[in-house]
């Protein structure tokens, strides 16, 4: 069942037992929710005793709207003191939860979820302030094999871009330099690295980058739109990268392609001192599964894409290493992963004292293998792209 207005839609789908509200709510009278009232209501009435009201792609809800939906659910809740119903957020739209949780806060039975937080379960270790500016590093690390690499999965002068996950906008900067897109969307469920990269923009020059803050899982952005998009080292934070590929696959236009990088940590390796480095990155990998993420993801893009429903899958790897620029550019990375790996995410896991002290001193013997002036250094990466199906 469903109804539709000009701007907002409200269906049931019984196999989730989820009510699904999107568009802008944005009612002139209680009459003009009439339609929505009334999907809700039969929705109750059909379903048992949970049920989910999914509001992550409501825009825009003015106060008539939120009032009709007040009075419903409590009426609902009321009614059948078993039923429990469960609102289900965003962060990205800012007053959502706020709001439906004050209700809640009435109502025993009623209850806001977070859907972002589900799939961003690391996201306070990646978004730490003090690892924002070392992301610039690696990125001009990778971009001197990215931008050979780029052109073979289909990127070309000309098209309609979105990068997704954009973290702190480097990337999208380099794709606006070198290939000249007709159009460029980059968004990030970080604010602070919204702003660092509005910031970067600025300092090229560049306006025209269209900077979107918005949840990759469930973007407000339309289907088939984009020529090419780039999700780059963030499908290893998810918890559910499956339903990031969807995301990217919706958006992407019919005979586009989706490109993205992602890691096999494990694999990190130097000389000198390569057992201590490889133990070290072997337990880098333990610790983020710990966290619900997947740092050794990358030789699984094909099957990834394959599953997402993309064909004419293309796969290959890189190693970035302390030969490719500055080794000292090499060794801030390094430090930096330290600091957050060993620093923070071993000390939340409960690691004790002597692991964190042979856990950092991998690190630091790979940072010495990248200063050595006989040293070797290597971080690989894969890069894997897939075309949406005509």
Same mark, same amino acid.
């Given at each position: 069942?469903?109804?539709?207005?000009?701007?907002?839609?409200?269906?049931?789908?019984?196999?989730?037992?989820?009510?699904?509200?999107?568009?802008?709510?944005?009612?002139?009278?209680?009459?003009?929710?009439?339609?929505?009232?009334?999907?809700?209501?039969?929705?109750?009435?059909?379903?048992?005793?949970?049920?989910?009201?999914?509001? +992550?792609?409501?825009?825009?809800?003015?106060?008539?709207?939120?009032?009709?939906?007040?009075?419903?659910?409590?009426?609902?809740?009321?009614?059948?003191?078993?039923?429990?119903?469960?609102?289900?957020?965003?962060?990205?739209?800012?007053?959502?939860?706020?709001?439906?949780?004050?209700?809640?806060?009435?109502?025993?039975?009623?209850?806001?979820?977070?859907?972002?937080?589900?799939?961003?379960?690391?996201?306070?270790?990646?978004?730490?302030?003090?690892?924002?500016?070392?992301?610039?590093?690696?990125? +001009?690390?990778?971009?001197?094999?990215?931008?050979?690499?780029?052109?073979?999965?289909?990127?070309?002068?000309?098209?309609?871009?979105?990068?997704?996950?954009?973290?702190?906008?480097?990337?999208?900067?380099?794709?606006?330099?070198?290939?000249?897109?007709?159009?460029?969307?980059?968004?990030?469920?970080?604010?602070?690295?919204?702003?660092?990269?509005?910031?970067?923009?600025?300092?090229?020059?560049?306006?025209?980058?269209?900077?979107?803050?918005?949840?990759?899982?469930?973007?407000?952005?339309?289907?088939?739109?984009?020529?090419?998009?780039?999700?780059?080292?963030?499908?290893?934070?998810?918890?559910?990268?499956?339903?990031?590929?969807?995301?990217?696959?919706?958006?992407?236009?019919?005979?586009?392609?989706?490109?993205?990088?992602?890691?096999?940590?494990?694999?990190?390796?130097?000389?000198?001192?390569?057992?201590?480095?490889?133990?070290?990155?072997?337990?880098?990998?333990?610790?983020?599964?710990?966290?619900?993420?997947?740092?050794?993801?990358?030789?699984?893009?094909?099957?990834?894409?394959?599953?997402?429903?993309?064909?004419?899958?293309?796969?290959?790897?890189?190693?970035?290493?302390?030969?490719?620029?500055?080794?000292?550019?090499?060794?801030?990375?390094?430090?930096?992963?330290?600091?957050?790996?060993?620093?923070?995410?071993?000390?939340?896991?409960?690691?004790?004292?002597?692991?964190?002290?042979?856990?950092?001193?991998?690190?630091?013997?790979?940072?010495?293998?990248?200063?050595?002036?006989?040293?070797?250094?290597?971080?690989?990466?894969?890069?894997?792209?897939?075309?949406?199906?005509?």
């Amino acid at each position: 069942m469903s109804q539709f207005s000009p701007s907002f839609s409200a269906e049931f789908d019984d196999i989730n037992q989820e009510i699904v509200l999107s568009g802008r709510i944005r009612p002139s009278s209680p009459g003009e929710m009439a339609g929505v009232v009334d999907v809700i209501r039969r929705s109750l009435d059909s379903s048992g005793n949970v049920i989910y009201l999914n509001i +992550k792609r409501v825009t825009h809800l003015n106060m008539t709207a939120f009032r009709c939906l007040e009075q419903i659910l409590t009426e609902a809740c009321k009614t059948n003191i078993q039923r429990k119903i469960i609102v289900v957020a965003s962060s990205v739209i800012a007053w959502s939860a706020p709001l439906f949780q004050t209700l809640a806060s009435s109502q025993p039975n009623l209850s806001v979820e977070i859907y972002d937080s589900a799939f961003y379960p690391g996201q306070t270790f990646v978004e730490d302030e003090s690892f924002i500016p070392i992301l610039r590093t690696q990125t +001009k690390m990778t971009w001197r094999h990215e931008r050979e690499i780029l052109p073979r999965h289909g990127m070309r002068n000309g098209l309609s871009i979105a990068d997704i996950c954009c973290g702190i906008g480097d990337f999208a900067t380099l794709i606006k330099r070198q290939f000249e897109p007709a159009r460029l969307v980059a968004l990030d469920h970080s604010k602070r690295s919204l702003d660092y990269a509005r910031r970067v923009a600025a300092e090229f020059g560049l306006t025209s980058i269209e900077y979107t803050y918005g949840d990759a899982a469930q973007m407000l952005l339309a289907d088939n739109q984009f020529d090419f998009v780039t999700c780059r080292h963030s499908l290893q934070i998810f918890d559910r990268p499956d339903i990031l590929l969807r995301e990217l696959f919706r958006i992407c236009k019919p005979g586009g392609r989706v490109y993205i990088t992602n890691e096999k940590n494990s694999h990190c390796l130097g000389e000198p001192h390569s057992e201590s480095i490889r133990w070290t990155y072997e337990q880098v990998a333990k610790l983020f599964s710990h966290f619900d993420m997947d740092v050794e993801m990358g030789p699984k893009s094909r099957r990834l894409l394959n599953d997402a429903g993309f064909d004419d899958i293309k796969v290959e790897s890189f190693m970035v290493t302390n030969l490719d620029g500055d080794p000292r550019d090499f060794a801030d990375v390094i430090e930096a992963w330290e600091d957050v790996y060993a620093g923070q995410m071993a000390v939340r896991r409960g690691d004790p004292p002597d692991f964190i002290r042979r856990f950092r001193q991998g690190f630091k013997d790979h940072v010495l293998a990248a200063l050595h002036p006989k040293g070797y250094a290597g971080w690989p990466i894969w890069a894997a792209s897939g075309r949406k199906p005509y």
